[in-house]
């Protein structure tokens, strides 16, 4: 069992073998802290990091479809077995975000479980930059759903660009069937080009998520291996 925590004092370990044994006799593969504020009037959040962190975790919850209730939570418990076929290590605050999106990958079970969360010691500052890592760890969304969900992303991407194609159809085409002419003639051959880039996008969505397949049963391999060997 792997145990990940932030080194500021802030998460309480008083349940950490409770957690351990959520993976070692419950069969969950990764144990996440549930950040629960142990003294309100501490105020152990910066202004805007409480909003930020529900924003960025319900955005997580809906692009992912997973239940993990504090996604940006810096305290984990993981099995030997998510670890080893963990193949991200991003630095800094964007972390966590992979091994959410790696337990979406593997469809990992997943535990939340409450966890005191404290105040920083006097003379503890903390790294983050709200506005600067909250943008990466944004775009970094953004690139694992890409990634773990190329589907879902490429045909987002399809959908606006097919139906502005059509639009521009319409706005030559119905000219046409009145008169037989076609004074929008721009618009039929923007239609036309938008319409190619809506396929192209819809088989790129396609190619990748048959690639991630793949990619899925690489990863469950190692998983699997790496249980056989602690057996």
């Known amino acids: 069992v792997i145990v990940l925590v932030d080194g500021d004092n802030t998460y309480s370990l008083d349940n950490l073998q409770a957690h351990i044994d959520h993976i070692v006799l419950g069969g969950f593969d990764m144990v996440v ?9 501490s105020k152990p959040f910066r202004n805007g990091h ?5 924003v960025l975790s319900s ?17 984990r418990v ?14 800094r ?16 079970m997943i535990k939340n479980a409450d966890v005191l969360y404290r105040a920083r010691p006097d003379g503890s500052i903390s790294k983050l930059r709200t ?4 943008a990466k760890i944004l775009r970094r969304y953004l690139s694992l759903w890409f990634t773990e969900r190329p589907l879902m992303a490429f045909f987002s991407l399809a959908l606006p660009v097919f139906s502005m194609s059509f639009l521009l159809f319409a706005r030559a085409i119905i000219p046409y069937l009145e008169t037989g002419l076609v004074p ?16 192209v996008l819809s088989v790129a969505g396609v190619v990748l998520d048959r ?21």
């Open 184 to 199: 929008n003639l721009p618009s039929l051959v923007a239609s036309t080009g938008l319409l190619l880039l809506a396929a």
């Open 50 to 54: 409480r909003v930020g962190n529900w």
């Open 33 to 41: 802290g549930n950040r629960v504020i142990q003294d309100l009037q």
């Open 93 to 108: 605050f964007e972390v966590e975000t992979e091994l959410n999106a790696h337990a979406f990958h593997l469809s990992s």
């Open 211 to 231: 690639t991630n397949v793949l990619r899925k049963a690489f990863s469950r391999n190692i998983y699997m291996e790496a249980i056989k060997l602690k057996s």
């Open 59 to 75: 955005l997580f919850r809906r692009m992912f479809a997973t239940d993990i209730v504090d996604v940006l939570s810096g305290y």
């Open 78 to 91: 993981l099995s030997r077995g998510f670890a080893l076929s963990f193949t991200g290590g991003a630095s």
């Open 131 to 134: 506005y600067y890592d909250g």
